[in-house]
């Protein structure tokens, strides 16, 4: 039996090292695009504040989107909870509640990411080692979950890091596609064009994809990009992958068979994961790209209230001051 504090705490490691990972793989692919793009195009930093679902925060702390206040606000702000750098301190201090579940080397390199990031006291190295930093973050996040993966038991702990990764690798890739497919073109004249192809490029290495997309989809089109990161049963980046995994891992932890469910959590990932399983893209494009994402993150925040509920909320004992009296 696990203590709810326990495994409230590894769910956050999972889930603060994918946010961590996936804001620096984002900022990186980002500062390459820029560079690739023809002269007469503008540069594409709004969109990858609008991913993160925080444009309202940016426009009230910093003055417009260009490349250095954003990428100081995704990396180095402390008082942006979802830097890069809170991200890292808040996984620091999760970690530390919990490192009696945690080997050694998970813990040293969360401590060394922590305080790499933090001595640089909100100082962004210069343009052209932007991509060098960021790679070192990723590089770092990697060998924490390499760690994990490779050296950890599959307990109840580990099956909750796993959880929190998978529920947020699913919600962050929603996000990429839903901001990128309404925003990355500025003209329905590009579509098809060289520009048009390079946008759908960093889409796909934002997400880790554009190798294995190019092995197994050949040329790069929108409706094949969109399919292969919503639907590719294969990839571990789609979300109907991370949604499987979910719906696995929830049923591990409180060992009942996959056939049914035995709390809200796992009713509430089963019907998403189901409805992954059974759409087409073309349904997707044809009711609304937006809609559809739209409604899938709100059912990724049901799932992730739900598993609060299920198993880190704390109920009052039963003859407790909130609790039946007995007499």
């Known amino acids: ?9 590894v769910f956050w490691v999972g889930r603060y090292l994918e946010r961590a990972d996936n804001t620096a793989r984002f900022a990186e692919v980002n500062h390459h695009l820029a560079i690739d793009l023809p002269d007469a195009a503008p540069e594409q930093w709004e969109p990858l504040v609008a991913v993160m679902g925080d444009l309202a925060w940016f ?11 954003v990428l100081r606000f995704l ?5 942006y909870p979802n830097s890069i750098l809170s991200c890292v301190r808040a996984l620091r201090e999760n970690a530390r509640s919990v490192r009696e579940v945690l080997i050694l080397e998970v813990w040293e390199e969360i401590n060394r990411l922590y305080w790499t990031l933090s001595r640089r006291q909100g100082q962004m190295p210069p343009m052209e080692d932007t ?3 960021m790679s070192r973050i990723r590089e770092a996040c990697h060998l924490i979950s390499g760690y994990m993966s490779d050296t950890v038991s599959r307990t109840t702990a580990w099956q909750f890091f796993q959880l929190g990764r998978f529920l947020e690798r699913a919600d962050k890739t929603s996000r990429l596609l839903d901001v990128k497919y309404f925003m990355l073109l500025p003209s329905a004249g590009d579509v098809g064009s060289p520009y048009d192809t390079l946008q759908w490029a960093a889409v796909l290495r934002s997400a880790s994809a554009y190798q294995m997309y190019r092995k197994s989809k050949g040329r790069i089109e929108p409706e094949r990009v969109v399919e292969y990161l919503l639907f590719d049963p294969m990839f571990p980046r789609s979300v109907r992958f991370c949604l499987t995994q979910v719906v696995e891992l929830l049923h591990r932890i409180s060992n009942t068979a996959l056939s049914g469910y035995s709390n809200p959590a796992e009713r509430l990932a089963g019907l998403l994961q189901s409805r992954f399983t059974y759409t087409t893209v073309g349904e997707v494009l044809l009711s609304g790209m937006h809609e559809f994402l739209d409604s899938l993150q709100a059912d990724l925040n049901a799932v992730g209230s739900a598993i609060f509920d299920t198993y880190f909320a704390i109920q009052p004992a039963a003859g407790g001051p909130d609790g ?4």
Do not use: C, K, W
């Not at 990396?75 to 008082?79: F, G």
């Open 324 to 327: 039946p009296s007995g007499q």
């Open 59 to 69: 426009h009230a702390h910093y003055d417009g989107p260009i490349r250095e206040n």
């Open 1 to 9: 039996m696990m203590l709810s504090r326990v495994a409230d705490s």
């Open 75 to 79: 990396t180095l702000d402390e008082a």
């Open 131 to 133: 991509p060098a930093f």
